[in-house]
């Protein structure tokens, strides 16, 4: 047999009923703050990723995948959302105009990473995009948006870890101080060996013992932050405290991806081990620029839709619906619950039979197995009396109903 991929899993029912509940949730609340649905291809050209994410992260360096296509061109199944919705902005020019640009997306992206609880190589994300205004006010939204998703889905227990980036400038000084504190370190992993020269921050962002043991003394951003980036974060920080958000300032997150300058951000969530954060984000005014398209202020952040359902309540999304099921015994009384099922969908419940001619024990039975919550009985006597009886499921009381009145009787209250 033919099995899926390593890292590649099959989402299925009951399951999926889960997952379209955080979707519909994600996209109500993105409705609520004025973002609107982009969809976009899952393949982009190789050197979009790699201008954007930056060439010394994990992601570029060891966990795309990468393939030519027949003419030789390098393609890349993405990664990650954000450099495909700015180049599509940038492609079809929606980023003109002054009000906020507004835009999510919600899909699968591709990383090698090596398997384990909470990790895939597709896995899905809620990703959230806005453009063109660089006030403290964004950032916050865009945070207290995230916040409300995760609040509406009932993830209770959760923190906001945060820390500014700053600005090309701040990070340059940064990056120079971090060097120095890094130049003469014994005990650094290979990578950061090598990033201590080509990217100092990428070692803020390494995961082996021996790197975060040594960069417990190194220098922090927030010292090297200009007075431009340093009241930016102060009023992000304010802001999120008059909301009566929580949150903890780590100053060494720095993110797994290049592109991040001022504001940055994770969520993280109880329960899920070593891959803890549930999702991350910030600003990344630059990198429209470094596409080679206008000065334009970016923000956003993406909620790893697995790793989300790992913690969440199992009874997510249950649908409370009537669920009718019509158990036929004979000719006629089936040929009668077959127009009544469709009648019964066209007024809006949800209604199933049997084809196979089973015995009402055995429907009854496939009724339980179907989650249906009301079973209409249908027989000769009840084609002769007009009278169906119908049984709630859940507590066995029975009660007769005349067939026309059927579906306005089984509709829910309004
Ligand atoms: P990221 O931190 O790389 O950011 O990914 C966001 C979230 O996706 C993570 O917090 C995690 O929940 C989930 N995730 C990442 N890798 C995996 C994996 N292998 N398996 C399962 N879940 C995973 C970004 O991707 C940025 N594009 C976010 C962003 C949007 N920044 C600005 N706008």
């Known amino acids: 047999m033919i099995k899926a991929i390593r890292g590649m899993r099959d989402l299925l029912p009951p399951e999926t009923r889960r997952w379209q509940f955080v979707e519909e949730v994600a996209r109500k609340v993105f409705d609520l703050y004025g973002y609107r649905e982009i969809r976009l291809p899952l393949v982009e050209r190789t050197e979009l990723f790699a201008r954007s994410i930056g060439e010394d992260t994990d992601i570029v360096a060891k966990e795309m995948y990468t393939f030519g296509d027949r003419k030789g061109e390098s393609l890349t199944l993405r990664p990650e959302a954000t450099a495909s919705v700015l180049r599509a902005v940038l492609e079809h020019g929606l980023e003109k105009g002054t009000a906020v640009k507004k835009y999510y997306t919600l899909g699968p992206m591709f990383r090698y990473e090596r398997p384990q609880k909470g990790r895939y190589r597709q896995f899905y994300q809620i990703n959230c995009e806005a453009y063109g205004v660089d006030a403290p006010e964004l950032d916050t939204e865009v945070i207290l948006l995230l916040l409300d998703i995760l609040e509406r889905v009932r993830l209770n227990e959760k923190r906001l870890l945060i820390n500014s ?58 010292d090297y932050l200009c007075p431009d980036c340093a009241a930016h974060f102060s009023r992000v920080l304010e802001l999120l405290s ?24 994770e969520v993280v969530a109880a329960g899920l081990g070593a891959q803890d954060a549930v999702a991350g984000g910030g600003r990344y005014n630059g990198l429209a620029r470094d596409l080679g398209g206008p000065e334009l202020p970016a923000i956003g952040f993406a909620i790893g839709e697995d790793r989300l359902l790992e913690v969440l309540p199992q009874d997510l999304g249950q649908n409370q619906d009537t669920r009718i099921f019509l158990a036929a015994l004979g000719v006629a009384a089936r040929n009668r619950a077959f127009a009544l099922l469709q009648e019964l969908r066209r007024q809006g419940l949800a209604a199933e039979m049997d084809f196979a001619e089973r015995s009402l024990k055995a429907q009854m039975s496939l009724a339980d197995r179907l989650g249906a919550t009301v079973a209409v009985i249908l027989g000769d006597r009840e084609l002769e009396t007009g009278q169906a009886q119908v049984r709630r499921m859940a507590t066995g009381e029975q009660v007769q109903v005349p067939l026309a009145e059927l579906a306005a009787r089984l509709a829910p209250p309004a």
Do not use: H, M, W
């Open 242 to 265: 008059r909301a009566g958000v929580a949150y903890e300032v780590q100053p060494r997150l720095v993110r797994g991806l290049d592109y991040y300058t001022r504001t940055a951000f």
């Open 165 to 222: 980036l700053g600005c090309p400038e701040c990070q340059k000084k940064f990056k120079a101080a971090l060097g120095l504190f890094l130049i003469n370190r014994v005990g650094l992993c290979e990578d950061c060996q090598r990033r201590r020269t080509t990217n100092p921050l990428r070692v803020l962002d390494c995961k082996s013992t021996g790197c975060r043991e040594i960069l417990k003394d190194a220098p922090v951003i927030r």
